[in-house]
């Protein structure tokens, strides 16, 4: 068993700032690639940015220079540090991990989601 928990989602003002959680339990070995993605109503869920193992990021056009993404291997946990957030960054925010694990092989798994919006 495998479950990321997301957190740090909210109501924030145009031009504010939130950080998202991500940490990861179970029977985990190693955490490869982890992700955020977003699916606002009536919209495809989408990548909003994604990073290695070893650090190393892909953002998605909308939010560069806006949102950083990081990662603590030892605490399996990722974060989203989201500024000067628009009414356009509402959403749920999921994350993604692609797991291996300790028995079962490697796999993809999703959080459950955290709601995030952008309103005055």
């Known amino acids: 068993q495998v479950q990321l928990v997301e957190s740090g989602g909210g109501l924030v003002q145009p031009g504010g700032s939130l950080r998202l959680s991500c940490a990861a339990s179970?029977?985990?070995?190693?955490?490869?690639?982890m992700g955020w993605y977003r699916q606002a109503p009536e919209k495809q869920r989408e990548l909003v940015a994604r990073?290695?193992?070893?650090?190393?990021?892909v953002y998605a056009d909308s939010v560069k220079g806006r949102f950083t993404i990081s990662r603590d291997n030892a605490k399996k946990t990722m974060y989203l540090q989201m500024n000067s957030l628009k009414p356009e960054d509402t959403a749920v925010y999921f994350c993604?991990?692609?797991?291996?694990?300790?028995?079962?092989?490697?796999?993809?798994?999703w959080g459950q989601g955290t709601q995030v919006t952008v309103s005055s």
């Open positions: 993604n991990a692609d797991v291996m694990k300790l028995v079962g092989g490697r796999g993809g798994y």
């Open positions: 179970g029977s985990i070995l190693l955490i490869y690639d």
């Open positions: 990073i290695s193992r070893g650090g190393s990021t």
